[in-house]
T-cell receptor, first 114, second 110 residues
Framework: DAGVIQSPRHEVTEMGQEVTLRCKPI?????LFWYRQTMMRGLELLIY????????DSGMPEDRFSAKMPNASFSTLKIQPSEPRDSAVYFC????????????FGPGTRLTVL | EDQVTQSPEALRLQEGESSSLNCSYT??????LFWYRQDPGKGPEFLFT???AGEEKEKERLKATLTKKESFLHITAPKPEDSATYLC???????????FGAGTTVTVRA
């Protein structure tokens, strides 16, 4: 039974480059969340999708960040251009609709921007 | 504004030494309180959901309890494999968001 899948697991890039993080939610889940985790700020919600539609992107820090969910089994988080302060661990989580509110997290992508 | 505060920040235990972690919250209308475990380099792993004051949930050496203002995660006779960061999160009514605390890092020495 596959959980949430994220790729890549690690990404090292240089300032100014475009970064794309990918997520495959648990099959049958209709809500998807992108989070960022840092030592200073803990876990922060970036954006929430329900049935592939972005519902709340108020946590996206700047216009450099964008997220899409073209179908129920795939989402991307893009940073363009990347900056050193974007270095963090990015998590994707999914939740089943119409039932318990539990969010299930993926393994995360550790992003380092040099 | 919803607030979630976890204490202590870090807890060092000897194997077999039982202890408790605290999660205090200030929210307007609690829908649920969630406990997660996070190992280094991994994503948070779901442990428990508590919905109402007085509710208790157990899993192996872990027991979570809930009051109107706080939740406790009791670790009974911990083992080294219980070493992890434990995160608490709250969800308010009519909202989808989880507000996370900063976590308690537990280290259990053999």
């Amino acid at each position: 039974d596959a959980g949430v899948i994220q790729s890549p697991r690690h990404e090292v890039t240089e300032m100014g480059q475009e970064v794309t993080l990918r997520c495959k939610p648990i099959s049958g889940h209709n809500s998807l969340f992108w989070y960022r985790q840092t030592m200073m700020r803990g876990l922060e919600l970036l954006i929430y999708f329900n049935n592939n539609v972005p519902i709340d992107d108020s946590g996206m820090p700047e216009d450099r960040f964008s997220a899409k969910m073209p179908n129920a089994s795939f989402s991307t988080l893009k940073i363009q251009p990347s900056e050193p302060r974007d270095s963090a661990v990015y998590f994707c989580a999914s939740r089943a609709g119409g039932g318990p509110d539990t969010q299930y997290f993926g393994p995360g992508t550790r992003l380092t921007v040099l | 504004e919803d607030q979630v505060t976890q204490s202590p920040e870090a807890l060092r235990l000897q194997e077999g030494e039982s202890s408790s972690l605290n999660c205090s919250y200030t929210v307007s209308g609690l829908r649920g309180l969630f406990w997660y475990r996070q190992d280094p380099g991994k994503g948070p792993e779901f442990l428990f959901t508590l919905y109402s004051a007085g509710e208790e949930k157990e899993k192996e050496r872990l027991k979570a309890t809930l009051t109107k203002k706080e939740s406790f995660l009791h670790i009974t006779a911990p083992k080294p494999e219980d070493s992890a960061t434990y995160l608490c999160a709250v969800q308010v009514r009519n909202d989808y968001k989880l507000s996370f605390g900063a976590g308690t890092t537990v280290t259990v020495r053999a």
